[in-house]
C-alpha cells in the first residue's frame, strides 16, 4: 500500500482514482468541485480541503488537470507543491498539456529531486472506469519504471515514449488523428442515414470492413446506436467539445513551429472550433455528429 494524493477528479481524475483505491492504496484527493470530492468519499477514497492538505506525507502525487495553466499552478511558484514536496516523491502528471510545460515542471521537479513523469491517457472515460487505460509517458527511464505499479492499475497499456515532454508530442499526434476519425466518421454515417440507411446496420457493416475505427467501434457518435457511449445520453460526460479544441490547438501549434503539415488536421480543428463556439463546448466530442445532421 502507498500513500498517494491525487487532484483533480473530473471526468477521468474520479475513476481513475477510484481504481488507485481499489488497487489497496491509501488515496488522498482534491478537487475544486465540492460534487467531486462527495462522488470520492463514495467510492471509498480520502478527500482534503486543499492540494496541499492532500499531498501531506504523499509518496506519490497523480495529477489529472484540465490544461498547462493549471499543471503548472499547482506545481511551481512560491506555493506550488514542489516548494513542499519531500526528495524522492514520485509525481505523474496524466494531465493533456502542452510540451513545453510539461518540460518546464519536469525541470522545476528535478531541481527539488522530485521525481517527474509526464504520462497523459487515451481510452476515454470508459477506460479510466474499466481500469484499461493506455499511459503515455515522458521521462526518465528510472522514473518511469517508479510509476509503473501504479498505472497499471489504472490503465492496461504502459508505454515509454522518451524523455520529459515526450508523452505528451504523442498525446497531441493521436488526439489530432482521433479529431479526423471522429469527424469522418460522422461525415460518413451521415451520407449513409442520408441516403437511406440505417445507422446501426451501417456502424456494423463499416466495423468489419476497412473503415474502421476506434469511434465507430466503441464510440460511435450517432445517438441510439451503440449503448453506455456519450452519444446516447444527450452527449453528455465523456470528452468536451472545448478539451478537444484544447489538444488541436497544441498539435496546430507545435505543427506551426516545426513546419509539419497538417491539413486533415486543421480541417478538423475548424469544424470543432465551430462546434464549440455555437455553444456545444461542454458537450463531448462526439456531438460533432450534429453538425451533420439535417433539420
Ligand atoms: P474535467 O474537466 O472533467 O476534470 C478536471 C477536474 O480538475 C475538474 O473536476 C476540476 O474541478 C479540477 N480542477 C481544475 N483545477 C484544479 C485545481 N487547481 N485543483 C484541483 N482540482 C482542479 O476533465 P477530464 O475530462 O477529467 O480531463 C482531464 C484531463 O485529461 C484533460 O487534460 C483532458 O484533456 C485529458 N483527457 C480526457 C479524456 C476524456 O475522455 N475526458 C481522455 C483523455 C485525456
Known sequence: MTNIAFIGLGNMGGPMAANLVKAGHKVTA??????????????????????QAAVAGAEVVVSMLPAGKHVAGLYTGDDGLLAQLPKGTLVVDS??????????????????????????????????????????????????????????????????????GAGQVAKMCNNMLLSILMTGTAEALQLGIDNGLDPKVLSDIMVKSSGRNWTLEIYNPVPGVMEGVPSSNDYQGGFMVDLMNKDLGLALGAADAGDSMVPMGKQAAALFAAHGEEGNGRLDFSSVFKRYQKG
Open 30 to 51: 482534491f478537487d475544486l468541485m465540492p460534487d467531486a470530492l462527495a462522488a470520492f468519499s463514495q467510492a471509498g477514497g480520502n478527500t482534503a480541503e486543499s492540494a
Open 95 to 164: 494531465s493533456t498539456i502542452d510540451v513545453a510545460t510539461a518540460q518546464a515542471v519536469g525541470k522545476a521537479a528535478a531541481e527539488v529531486g522530485v521525481a517527474f513523469v509526464d504520462a497523459p491517457v487515451s481510452g476515454g472515460v470508459s477506460g479510466a472506469q474499466a481500469g484499461t487505460l493506455s499511459f503515455i509517458v515522458g521521462g526518465e527511464a528510472e522514473n518511469f519504471e517508479r510509476a509503473k505499479p501504479y498505472l497499471e492499475a489504472m490503465g492496461k497499456n504502459i508505454f515509454h515514449a522518451g524523455a520529459a
